[in-house]
C-alpha cells in the first residue's frame, strides 16, 4: 500500500511571519535599529512559547493573557531592565504589529497602547558649574597632549565624542574674509554640520596637527590616515582612552564628581544660550533634529532668570526709539554740498532699511530691496560725479 504525500505548503506560523517581517523592515532601517527589533521579538517569542505553548498564530494573540503577561514579565526581569529599554521593546513590537495588520495579516489591533509604555524619567541637564569648567580647562590646558587638546575640542564647539574621533584632517573648513567652520562629519543622528569655530579652536586644531606629527605619535597616525586624531587600535580604544583621560584630568582638578564627555557638551549648550545664541542656531550647532533635544541641554538657573527679566524691564523702556534722519539744515554745519547731498542719502537708505526689517509682507519687503539697489547706483554715481572749476 502506497502512502500519499500532501504536498499542500505548511501555513506560516506565528514565527515566521514576524521574523520575516524584522527582515523587511532590514531593508530601510539601521543595522542598531534592527538589532532592537530582533531583541524584542526575541523576548516576546521567548515568553509566548514557555507559557502559551498552544499559540501558535497571529489571529489567537490577546491583549489579555498575552501581551500584559509579557508587559509584567519585562518588570521581573532580573537584573532588572531599564524603563528605556522596556519602552523600546513595546515601540518595537507594536510596529511590527502595525506594519502586519497594513499587509493583511489577521491580528486584533490595540494589543499594545500609549498607556502600556513605561513613564519617561525627568532627565536633567549636566552642565559642570563655572568653577569646575574652569579649573578643568586650565588642567587640560597644562596637560597638553593630544587627548586633551581633543577634549578642550569638544567643550569648545559642542561636538560629541565619536563625531570628534571622527574628524578628518580637512575639518577646518574656510567660509569667508576670518570666518572658520568645523565640518562634523555624519554622527549619532546621520546628519553632518558646520559648527562656527573662533581663533582659539583653530589653534587647538593647529595644537593637534603639531603633536600627532611628532615622533612619538607618528605610529599610530600613518601618512595616509584621513582621521584628525590617530587611532592604533581602531575607534573604540581611542574612546576609551579619551574616556579616562577626562576622568585623569577632573581628579587632578579637584572635581569630587564624575565628569563625562557628554557633560562637556551639556556645558557647551548652557554656555551659549547665556551667550544670548538663540535656540534654533544652538539646535543647528548641536546638531539636534527639533528644539526639544535642545532643551534637555540647557540648564536656566535663578541668575539666568534675574538676568533675562531685568533685560526684557530695560528694553521695555526702549521700544519706540525711532531713529533720526540727519538732513542738513541752516542750524546745522552742513552745506547743500556734494558731502552733505551723499550723507543725507547714506541717511535715507539706513532708514530705509531698518523700516524694510519691520515689515512682514516678504513682497513689499522685496519691492524696498529694489528701491535701495537704485539709491545705491544713486550714491555710486554720486562719487563719480565732479564739478566744473569755477
Same mark, same amino acid.
Given at each position: 500500500?502506497?502512502?500519499?504525500?500532501?504536498?499542500?505548503?505548511?501555513?506560516?506560523?506565528?514565527?515566521?511571519?514576524?521574523?520575516?517581517?524584522?527582515?523587511?523592515?532590514?531593508?530601510?532601517?539601521?543595522?542598531?535599529?534592527?538589532?532592537?527589533?530582533?531583541?524584542?521579538?526575541?523576548?516576546?517569542?521567548?515568553?509566548?512559547?514557555?507559557?502559551?505553548?498552544?499559540?501558535?498564530?497571529?489571529?489567537?494573540?490577546?491583549?489579555?493573557?498575552?501581551?500584559?503577561?509579557?508587559?509584567?514579565?519585562?518588570?521581573?526581569?532580573?537584573?532588572?531592565?531599564?524603563?528605556?529599554?522596556?519602552? $523600546?521593546?513595546?515601540?518595537?513590537?507594536?510596529?511590527?504589529?502595525?506594519?502586519? $495588520?497594513?499587509?493583511?495579516?489577521?491580528?486584533?489591533?490595540?494589543?499594545?497602547?500609549?498607556?502600556?509604555?513605561?513613564?519617561?524619567?525627568?532627565?536633567?541637564?549636566?552642565?559642570?558649574?563655572?568653577?569646575?569648567?574652569?579649573?578643568?580647562?586650565?588642567?587640560?590646558?597644562?596637560?597638553?597632549?593630544?587627548?586633551?587638546?581633543?577634549?578642550?575640542?569638544?567643550?569648545?564647539?559642542?561636538?560629541?565624542?565619536?563625531?570628534?574621533?571622527?574628524?578628518?584632517?580637512?575639518?577646518?573648513?574656510?567660509?569667508?574674509?576670518?570666518?572658520?567652520?568645523?565640518?562634523?562629519?555624519?554622527?549619532?543622528?546621520?546628519?553632518?554640520?558646520?559648527?562656527?569655530?573662533?581663533?582659539?579652536?583653530?589653534?587647538?586644531?593647529?595644537? $593637534?596637527?603639531?603633536?600627532?606629527?611628532?615622533?612619538?605619535?607618528?605610529?599610530?597616525?600613518?601618512?595616509?590616515?584621513?582621521? /584628525?586624531?590617530?587611532?592604533?587600535?581602531?575607534?573604540?580604544?581611542?574612546?576609551?582612552?579619551?574616556?579616562?583621560?577626562?576622568?585623569?584630568?577632573?581628579?587632578?582638578?579637584?572635581?569630587?564628581?564624575?565628569?563625562?564627555?557628554?557633560?562637556?557638551?551639556?556645558?557647551?549648550?548652557?554656555?551659549?544660550?547665556?551667550?544670548?545664541?538663540?535656540?534654533?542656531?544652538?539646535?543647528?550647532?548641536?546638531?539636534?533634529?527639533?528644539?526639544?533635544?535642545?532643551?534637555?541641554?540647557?540648564?536656566?538657573?535663578?541668575?539666568?532668570?534675574?538676568?533675562?527679566?531685568?533685560?526684557?524691564?530695560?528694553?521695555?523702556?526702549?521700544?519706540?526709539?525711532?531713529?533720526?534722519?540727519?538732513?542738513?539744515?541752516?542750524?546745522?554745519?552742513?552745506?547743500?554740498?556734494?558731502?552733505?547731498?551723499?550723507?543725507?542719502?547714506?541717511?535715507?537708505?539706513?532708514?530705509?532699511?531698518?523700516?524694510?526689517?519691520?515689515?512682514?509682507?516678504?513682497?513689499?519687503?522685496?519691492?524696498?530691496?529694489?528701491?535701495?539697489?537704485?539709491?545705491?547706483?544713486?550714491?555710486?554715481? /554720486?562719487?563719480?560725479?565732479?564739478?566744473?572749476?569755477?
Amino acid at each position: 500500500m502506497t502512502q500519499t504525500v500532501s504536498t499542500r505548503p505548511r501555513s506560516a506560523t506565528l514565527d515566521d511571519i514576524m521574523e520575516g517581517q524584522v527582515r523587511v523592515l532590514a531593508t530601510t532601517l539601521r543595522p542598531f535599529t534592527i538589532s532592537n527589533y530582533g531583541s524584542a521579538l526575541h523576548r516576546f517569542l521567548f515568553y509566548l512559547h514557555a507559557n502559551f505553548p498552544q499559540v501558535h498564530r497571529l489571529s489567537q494573540l490577546r491583549r489579555e493573557p498575552h501581551l500584559l503577561g509579557w508587559f509584567r514579565w519585562l518588570c521581573d526581569q532580573s537584573p532588572p531592565l531599564s524603563s528605556g529599554t522596556r519602552r $523600546i521593546y513595546l515601540a518595537c513590537l507594536r510596529r511590527l504589529f502595525d506594519e502586519l $495588520i497594513v499587509n493583511g495579516h489577521s491580528l486584533q489591533s490595540g494589543l499594545i497602547l500609549p498607556a502600556d509604555f513605561p513613564r519617561q524619567p525627568i532627565y536633567l541637564p549636566k552642565p559642570l558649574s563655572p568653577e569646575d569648567d574652569q579649573r578643568l580647562q586650565q588642567e587640560l590646558r597644562r596637560t597638553d597632549d593630544l587627548h586633551s587638546n581633543a577634549l578642550l575640542l569638544i567643550r569648545a564647539t559642542g561636538i560629541r565624542l565619536g563625531e570628534c574621533i571622527n574628524l578628518s584632517l580637512d575639518c577646518l573648513r574656510p567660509l569667508g574674509q576670518d570666518q572658520w567652520a568645523l565640518h562634523v562629519p555624519l554622527g549619532k543622528l546621520h546628519t553632518e554640520r558646520l559648527v562656527p569655530v573662533d581663533k582659539s579652536e583653530r589653534h587647538l586644531i593647529a595644537r $593637534i596637527l603639531a603633536l600627532r606629527a611628532q615622533p612619538r605619535n607618528r605610529r599610530f597616525a600613518p601618512a595616509k590616515s584621513p582621521w /584628525l586624531l590617530p587611532r592604533a587600535g581602531g575607534f573604540w580604544p581611542l574612546r576609551g582612552a579619551l574616556r579616562t583621560a577626562l576622568i585623569q584630568a577632573s581628579e587632578r582638578a579637584g572635581i569630587s564628581h564624575r565628569v563625562t564627555p557628554h557633560r562637556l557638551r551639556h556645558t557647551f549648550a548652557t554656555e551659549m544660550l547665556r551667550l544670548g545664541v538663540s535656540l534654533p542656531a544652538l539646535m543647528q550647532m548641536m546638531g539636534h533634529k527639533n528644539l526639544r533635544m535642545t532643551l534637555r541641554y540647557l540648564e536656566v538657573t535663578q541668575p539666568d532668570l534675574q538676568r533675562e527679566f531685568h533685560a526684557a524691564r530695560h528694553n521695555a523702556t526702549q521700544r519706540h526709539v525711532i531713529p533720526k534722519l540727519p538732513v542738513p539744515d541752516g542750524s546745522s554745519s552742513a552745506t547743500p554740498d556734494l558731502p552733505g547731498v551723499r550723507q543725507a542719502l547714506a541717511a535715507a537708505r539706513r532708514l530705509l532699511e531698518m523700516f524694510r526689517r519691520q515689515l512682514g509682507d516678504e513682497n513689499t519687503r522685496r519691492k524696498l530691496q529694489r528701491l535701495d539697489k537704485r539709491l545705491l547706483t544713486v550714491a555710486l554715481e /554720486l562719487d563719480q560725479f565732479t564739478l566744473p572749476e569755477k
